[in-house]
């Protein structure tokens, strides 16, 4: 959650908790009359609070609130539209049961300070509207201003044990009532909660609180095109093993592949994506809350990536320099620096649907694992030190094949070596007919190896394929049927053409010298393949 948010749900549970508690040791009457001025007063009164029953031991300190309503009041809102004080978000809360644990009475008569054991929240319901208007003046109210705001007139708020149980949490679009996002069954317990001008300063604490465990069953929104739905499960944070762990994250397409390319008029992506097992060790909890991601590490147990693109549908032409991984990196609206993060057991796979073939080619790898060394979206630390990836899997599931890519800061700069091992040749034949209308007849590849170095216009390098025996068809579609036949003559032409082993029979070993200019309307991954696609072309004897 960002830091706008949490910094709203924390001023008004506390206010709301620390206001009844404070007022609550007076009589009934004048309780309710007077939480209600207080809550209207630091609101200028935009909100009014409602509650239903109150029990109050005065000699404990203890006290039990049902049906707690905060709400906004839409006349006011609507008198500040157009002005500097009009709020970007407004917020519903409604809890249905309160309760305060031994609160010590005197200090809180003396008007100077709420000191109580427990406060439990049980089953609130949150609601947080966007109005997509005025200034965003939560975004960077300083702790300070927070924790005056606050008090009030109190010296200090202390509380052993905050807990929200069973919580749900939705934010909305004020204007059509759109849900955003849902957070369901939150839990979040705060331990020694501090609101005074000793512990202001304290960047350790979270939420006021010198420890926070959090956790939530379900987190989960729609995109605004309604064609994903994004989900996540079972977040669990604890801030004092600074671990946060994930069950689940999952990017799910509402419609299959042909009715969802059919929404769009030019080609596009569609993403299937489930990550299970996702812990982070060693995080920065304070950054955290201030929008800053930085941890020692981040492990996925699984991971599952598909990617689908029809070809039949047009390129969209736009340009694509600066999209290169870690120039995306370098523009999220948040800083990321994670010391070493690792992809264990994944399956990615990019199928492609080929316009003249009318078929689809898969390229997958199996049982593949990614470690990054320095995650990070800092541009002067990538710089010191570049970005590494460590990629290593079974190509088709038949061939091991391993690569370590280097990600500098500047002008898209990167480095990439990798090699492949042993496979039949025949076994490519999944992507090349219905990608390339082509077939391997026969042949072994023994392995293969390569150096690029790129940018953001070209990769240059060099790449050598170990083969022999290689004999190709190439193919054409049989309208009758759309079934893939042979073009005999022109197949024999080209087998005439293909230098058929390397190295050749002298023990001579091609290495082909590799320039690829980038088609700058496509990706950082189609730039990679296609130089790799022209290195095996030429080390093989096709020229076009």
């Known amino acids: 959650m960002s830091k706008k948010l949490w910094i709203i749900l924390s001023v008004v549970l506390l206010v709301v908790a620390g206001g009844i508690v404070y007022w609550n040791i007076h009589k009934r009457s004048i309780v309710r009359s007077t939480v209600k001025e207080t809550v209207a007063k630091k609101t200028n009164n935009l909100y009014g609070i409602q509650t239903g029953s109150l029990d109050l031991d005065e000699v404990a300190g203890n006290l039990r609130v049902t049906n707690l309503y905060l709400q906004p009041d839409s006349n006011v809102y609507n008198s500040m539209v157009g002005t500097p004080d009009e ?3 407004l917020i519903k809360i409604d809890i249905p049961e309160l309760t305060v644990v031994g609160v010590e009475t005197p200090k809180a008569l003396m008007n100077s300070a709420i000191d109580g054991r427990k406060v439990l929240i049980q089953s609130p319901r949150i609601e947080v509207y966007f109005t997509g208007k005025g200034k965003d003046s939560l975004k960077n109210v300083p702790d300070k201003e927070v924790y005056r705001q606050i008090l009030g007139n109190l010296t200090m708020i202390k509380i052993d044990t905050l807990s929200i149980v069973n919580a749900t949490l939705v934010t909305k679009e004020w204007k059509t009532g759109d849900i955003r996002m849902m957070f369901d069954s939150v839990t979040i317990d705060l331990f020694r909660i501090a609101v005074d001008s000793a512990h202001d300063k304290d960047t350790t604490r979270i939420l006021f609180a010198e420890q926070a465990n959090m956790n939530c069953k379900k987190l989960r929104w729609m995109s605004k095109n309604k064609l994903y739905n994004y989900e996540i499960r079972n977040v669990d ?14 990017v799910d397409p509402q419609l299959p592949e042909a009715k969802f390319m059919q929404q769009f008029k030019y080609a596009r992506d569609r993403f299937d994506v489930n990550f299970q097992g996702i812990a982070i060790s060693g995080l920065n909890l304070p950054l955290l809350f201030k929008e800053e991601v930085v941890a020692d590490s981040m492990v996925l147990a699984s991971s599952t990536l598909k990617i689908f693109r029809d070809m039949s549908y047009p390129h969209d032409g736009q340009n694509r320099v600066g999209t290169y991984p870690q120039q995306m990196l370098m523009k999220l609206p948040f800083n990321v620096n994670i010391r070493q993060a690792l992809f264990r057991n994944a399956f990615i796979e990019y199928k ?4 003249k073939s009318g078929k689809s080619g898969k390229v997958q790898f199996y049982q593949a694992s990614l470690r990054i060394d320095r995650l990070t979206s ?7 030190d570049p970005m590494k990836f460590s990629f290593n899997a079974r190509f088709l599931n038949v061939s091991p094949i391993k690569a370590i890519i280097n990600f500098y800061p500047s002008n898209g700069k990167f480095t990439m070596d990798g090699e492949m091992g042993g496979m039949p040749a025949t076994t490519v034949n999944q992507l090349t007919e219905p990608m390339g209308l082509a077939k391997v007849e026969k042949g072994t590849i023994s392995g293969m190896k390569f150096h690029f170095n790129g940018n953001d216009n070209a990769t ?7 083969y022999d025996d290689l004999k190709i068809a190439l193919l054409k579609k049989d309208t009758a049927d759309n079934s893939l036949t042979k073009k005999k003559l022109v197949s024999a032409i080209a087998n005439i053409q293909v230098k058929n082993a390397n190295p050749n029979k002298k023990g001579d070993v091609r290495v082909a010298n590799v320039h690829f200019d980038r088609i700058k309307e496509k990706s950082w991954f189609n730039l990679v393949w296609k130089t790799i696609f022209t290195g095996v072309k030429q080390s093989v004897g096709i020229d076009q």
């Open 87 to 89: 709020p970007s978000v």
């Open 237 to 250: 944070l604890n801030s004092a093993t600074k671990k946060l762990g994930i069950g689940k994250v999952a």
């Open 460 to 466: 240059d390098g060099n790449l050598t394929i170990f």
């Open 378 to 384: 800092h541009k002067d630390l990538m710089a010191k």
């Open 352 to 355: 492609e649907r080929n316009a």
